[in-house]
């Protein structure tokens, strides 16, 4: 039976340091953490080689292991300029080494309404296949991640992408999958050799609302349960994307307003990112895994 791992994207917690993301992990039994923000400061694409360095020493102390670097590349238009991007990934790469970050997860860049996913298809290639090959030759793993509105947002065009670019492999993630109208299960069937690790997320068909793991459309406990039918670890990152609605604790219990509230909708950012957690770990351990 597969061994879980379990990481977030820290920054969900509603805390601006890395000590307080790393707080609010192990506070939640989470060992592993996927970077990507820091409050209103600099985020993962842009820190120095030095202030990852600072950030390792964090790190170190505290025991803590990092999955994943969850930069924001592959989130330009497929007719933006590639180079200045190119290059700032480049460093980014540095900097998932100084962090021992073995991933990095890419993107297959923004579509407009009017672009031709076809007439793109080879440039979105040799796009993604530049980050893949700079990473592999830097001990980074690129990892590509399903998101609205890029090439490889719906099933079909991501197994393009993973068939055809080499030292590349997928991170999936079902709440992307249900906002784009795609079934999860018959995606994950299609997926599931390029699969390298998952965001936990979930959403539901009728309004594209991001609810806790098991609790949407996107098939998650199945899914999970599939693949603890395999051997090894596999990292499970969650991204909870709960709405945190300030001042909802100060509601009368009996108030219109909060009956109006969406059921999920919680009074702080550490409220949601715990009821994620949880989400989760009521999952896994019903899967014994």
Excluded: W
């Excluded at 055809?164 to 991170?171: A, E, Q, S």
């Excluded at 991204?239 to 919680?266: C, D, I, K």
Aim: hydrophobic fraction near 40%.
């Amino acid at each position: 039976m597969v061994h879980f791992l379990y990481s977030a994207f820290s920054d969900e917690s509603g805390e601006a340091t890395l000590q307080g993301q790393i707080d609010a992990c192990k506070a939640n039994g989470i060992t592993h953490m996927e970077l990507r923000g820091f409050g209103s400061g600099p985020n993962i694409n842009n820190i120095t080689t030095e202030k990852a360095k600072e950030l390792r020493a964090i790190l170190d102390k505290n025991g803590m292991h990092l999955s994943a670097i969850g930069s924001a590349y592959g989130k330009i238009k497929i007719k933006d300029d590639f180079a200045p991007h190119f290059e700032a990934f480049k460093n980014t790469i540095e900097v998932a080494k100084i962090l021992g970050a073995p991933y990095i997860r890419i993107f297959s860049f923004y579509f407009d309404s009017d672009d031709d996913y076809e007439a793109n298809r080879d440039e979105v290639l040799r796009r993604v296949q530049a980050m893949a090959d700079y990473g592999y030759e830097h001990g980074v793993l690129c990892c590509h991640e399903n998101e609205k509105g890029i090439y490889g947002d719906n099933a079909e065009r991501c197994l393009d992408v993973l068939q055809n670019v080499r030292h590349l492999r997928g991170v999936f993630d079902p709440a992307n999958f249900v906002q784009c109208g795609v079934d999860t299960l018959k995606a994950f069937e299609m997926l599931e050799p390029y699969i390298e690790y998952m965001h936990i997320k979930d959403a539901l068909y009728a309004d594209a609302s991001v609810v806790p793991a098991g609790e949407g459309d996107g098939n998650v406990k199945e899914i999970l349960r599939r693949i603890a039918q395999h051997e090894g670890d596999l990292i499970l990152t969650l991204e909870p994307h709960l709405q945190v609605f300030a001042g909802l604790e100060a509601l009368e219990a009996n108030s219109e307003t909060e009956r109006a509230m969406p059921v999920h909708a919680y009074p702080t950012h550490a409220a949601s990112f715990k009821a994620a957690a949880d989400a989760l770990k009521a999952i896994t351990a019903a899967l014994g895994a």
